[in-house]
């Protein structure tokens, strides 16, 4: 990432309000020299300026938001104001809901929103629960054997079996899970691509191609009437709509469904993956989970969800939620020009000592105990906060629950490796393999 450090305070915009405190332009250059990760640049600014903390990171002022008031502001009260302006998966999704905008955006969330709550969940509970028993079942196998797997592609496989499910009615196959492991390697070159669309395209054209050519086969499938065992899925209510909303064309379907794959299994991946890591650091939070309850009870469901909460918390699903204002604002009493490029942080709100007491420290009981978290709502958003928030937050919260009263009373993975960082890119996930066995 090319630096432009410049001295000085972030241009005044019309609106009455305080410059924006920014970054020594010289702590720029030094991170820069470094090679270090972009979120250590952005820690310094917090841990120096505060929760709005200006940065020169090229051509716009950058304001990095960490702050849970202007989180709020800008996410949920104000989101009109502060907008997205491109999303870096666009490449991927096209123009399915996360990158889409305005008027588009609120069709194609209405649409879906149903889906996602209340009664619209209950029909997935047993499509998450038949994907949960398969994965179990092949941790059983592991076990007997002694055979040494990947955590992580194991949660991968999970995630993806359960999305494609949901959306198709169909189990995952062999042959969809081969070809679909383009997904992640698109998402996983997305940070390192070209700036310049066609060179960036044509580094992942075989990957995409591979993509779409599934994408194409399952829309045609659901367009002939064929449901899986599972019946009609995610994919029946787009194509239902085509019947009466001109817009949901082939390409726009095929948008909403890589959209819905690259949603509804990377974050929950990566999610279960860091949690296993996490138990094999701290033992007694396992122990601690299987006791709350006898099998099935909502004391154990409600321990086993703190788990993912507090992996949530130390390792949310969007690490960095980009916006940019499309007008002059007064953001915590600090002036933001219009065009500046906003970054709410929520790996770092998350962090804050003024906000959680020993936040680095793995302890779910915050999520059990009264009064151990903070109660404002832009101290936790690990999906977003506000009309943009994701909607697969209850599904993705089911599934890993689902998946973990499986696994955690059977087996514990023993780690022959463990990754020694993060990587930051649309999400934050383990830099490295994650290789196991099992055992009691």
């Known amino acids: 990432m090319v630096i432009h450090a410049r001295p000085g305070p972030l241009p005044s915009p019309s609106p009455a309000g305080r410059p924006v405190p920014e970054l020594d332009p010289a702590l720029i250059g030094q991170w820069q020299a470094g090679g270090g990760d972009l979120i250590d640049l952005f820690a310094q600014a917090r841990e120096r300026l505060g929760g709005v903390a200006g940065l020169r990171l090229g051509p716009r002022p950058t304001v990095l938001v960490t702050d849970p008031r202007a989180v709020q502001h800008v996410l949920a009260l104000h989101p009109g104001r502060y907008v997205k302006r491109s999303h870096r998966a666009r490449l991927l999704i096209g123009d399915g809901m996360l990158a889409a905008t305005g008027e588009a955006w609120q069709r194609q969330r209405r649409l879906l929103q149903s889906q996602f709550t209340g009664r619209g969940m209950r029909r997935y509970e047993q499509r998450i629960t038949r994907a949960a028993r398969t994965a179990a079942a092949r941790w059983a196998s592991y076990a007997r054997t002694g055979q040494v797997f990947d955590v992580g592609d194991e949660m991968r496989r999970f995630a993806l079996d359960t999305i494609w499910r949901s959306l198709t009615g169909h189990p995952l196959d062999p042959g969809t899970e081969r070809e679909l492991a383009a997904v992640p390697a698109v998402v996983a070159a997305l940070p390192s691509l070209p700036a310049e669309g066609a060179a960036a ?19 045609a499938a659901a367009r002939d009437g064929e449901a899986g065992p599972d019946g009609p899925g995610l994919l029946h209510v787009l194509i239902e709509a085509a019947g009466t909303r001109p817009e949901y064309t082939d390409r726009l379907i095929r948008d909403e469904l890589v959209t819905l794959l690259v949603a509804g299994h990377e974050t929950t991946a990566s999610t279960l993956t860091w949690l296993h890591l996490l138990l094999d650091r701290n033992p007694q939070a396992r122990e601690r989970a299987l006791a709350a309850g006898a099998e099935g009870s909502p004391e ?17 699903s969007a690490w960095i939620l980009p916006r940019c204002a499309a007008e002059g604002d007064i953001l915590a009493g600090y002036a933001i020009e219009a065009g500046t490029d906003v970054l709410v942080c929520p790996y770092l709100t998350h962090r804050d000592p003024e906000l959680w007491e020993d936040p680095e420290r793995f302890d779910p009981g915050r999520f059990t105990t009264p009064g151990r978290r903070p109660t404002h709502p832009g101290s ?3 999906f977003g906060v506000g009309p943009r928030a994701c909607l697969g937050l209850q599904f993705a919260l089911r599934e890993s629950t689902v998946l973990l009263e499986h696994l955690l009373p059977a087996r514990v993975p023993h780690f022959r490796s463990v990754p020694d960082k993060a990587a930051y890119g649309i999400t934050v996930r383990p830099d490295g393999p994650t290789p196991a066995t099992l055992g009691h």
């Open 201 to 219: 395209q044509g580094a992942v054209a075989a990957d995409l191609a591979r993509i779409d050519a599934v994408a194409g086969l399952a829309i």
């Open 300 to 316: 154990r469901s409600q321990a086993v969800q703190a788990l993912v909460h507090e992996t949530l918390r130390l390792y949310p």
């Open 380 to 382: 936790y958003f690990p």
